[in-house]
């Protein structure tokens, strides 16, 4: 890769990372506010918890394994913009991720419903149908599995680099 390409590469690399923080700041901060924040205001305030604030924040927990796949992908762009080798830096990556939208989407189709459920917050199954979450869910597999892959072959290359 020329020069030139691979330092425009870098610059997008960073400026990506920039995008994810924002949106990991600003949406988490979004979802403090609603989740923690202001109920606990009005708790100090009327003493009472309101009804609902359990449940709701309940229905948040998937939220926040994405936002960290986000802040994964962030921190891995990070990284190669610093100059870091692409191969190793993507293995754990994919693998971040992988978990985190793995682990949202189980979150969302089998604890939520089930917790909630607990908390009588609602009635009915015991899995939430949410094809958006389940797909989510084998898409992170997925990229775990990748991840493991692309580590593997590094292990492999720098093998052969070894013999040759």
Not at 2 to 18: E, K, S
Not at 20 to 25: C, K, R
Not at 46 to 61: H, N, P, Q, W
Request: charged share 15%.
């Amino acid at each position: 890769m020329p020069t030139h390409d691979a330092a425009a590469f870098r610059r997008l690399c960073a400026q990506y990372r920039w995008l994810a923080i924002f949106m990991v700041v600003s949406v988490g901060g979004l979802l403090a506010l609603i989740h923690i924040i202001f109920p606990l205001l009005l708790w100090m305030r009327d003493g009472v918890v309101r009804e609902g604030v359990i449940g709701t924040s309940v229905f948040a927990l998937p939220t926040v394994c994405y936002l960290y796949g986000v802040w994964a992908i962030g921190q891995g762009l990070g990284e190669v913009s610093r100059g870091r080798l692409i191969q190793p830096t993507l293995a754990g990556t994919l693998r971040k991720v992988g978990l985190a939208l793995g682990a949202g989407g189980v979150l969302s189709v089998f604890v939520v419903t089930n917790a909630l459920r607990v908390v009588g917050e609602i009635r009915g199954g015991y899995l939430n149908f949410d094809v958006g979450a389940m797909t989510l869910g084998m898409i992170g597999g997925a990229l775990y599995l990748l991840g493991r892959v692309v580590d593997q072959a590094g292990r492999v290359q720098a093998e052969l680099d070894e013999m040759i």
